[in-house]
């Protein structure tokens, strides 16, 4: 028993509307829903060559994202979130060790988040390696920091 080519188009609408529940997005459905019109339309003997096939395919897919998408997002909206968040102020306040002292300049460097980072001690201090600083602040790439 051959197969026929609309079988094929609703198999692949089939897989387009399962990786839908494996890839967010909102968008391989509608790609399916234009494989299942066209495998319809070769059911029903309305198309017969391949280049109708895929011009069908292409310009029903293009038509639901379109439509449906904008309509179905109206009602089921994402949960995306946006926050601003300031990674700076995140900082501000956490507590590092010096692990190179500190220069004339007030200059040294810290570890912080598993990194090291250039540091400036506040005016009139000069912690020494291994001293706990806070970070107060933030000046370019060198992170301000005050003796506790």
């Known amino acids: ?6 079988e094929y188009w609703l198999i692949f609408a089939g897989l387009l509307v399962f990786a839908e529940f494996v890839l967010p997005g909102l968008v391989s459905v509608f790609v399916g829903l234009g494989a299942a019109t066209v495998g319809l339309l070769l059911y029903l003997g309305e198309i017969e060559s391949l280049p109708a096939q895929f011009i069908w395919f292409f310009g029903s897919s293009i038509l639901y994202i379109f439509t449906l998408r904008l309509l179905v997002m109206r009602f089921y909206p994402s949960d995306t ?3 601003s ?5 995140a900082v501000f306040g956490e507590i590092a060790k010096v692990i190179e002292a500190f220069d004339a300049t007030g200059h040294g460097r810290i570890t912080h988040s598993g ?5 400036r001690a506040e005016r009139g201090t000069s912690p020494k390696v291994g001293d706990q600083v806070k970070i ?13």
């Open 136 to 148: 107060v602040g933030r000046e370019n790439i060198t992170w301000l920091v005050k003796k506790i």
């Open 115 to 119: 990194t090291t980072w250039v540091a």
């Open 81 to 83: 979130d946006i926050q």
């Open 1 to 6: 028993m051959e197969d026929s080519p609309y």
């Open 85 to 89: 968040m300031d990674e700076d102020a």
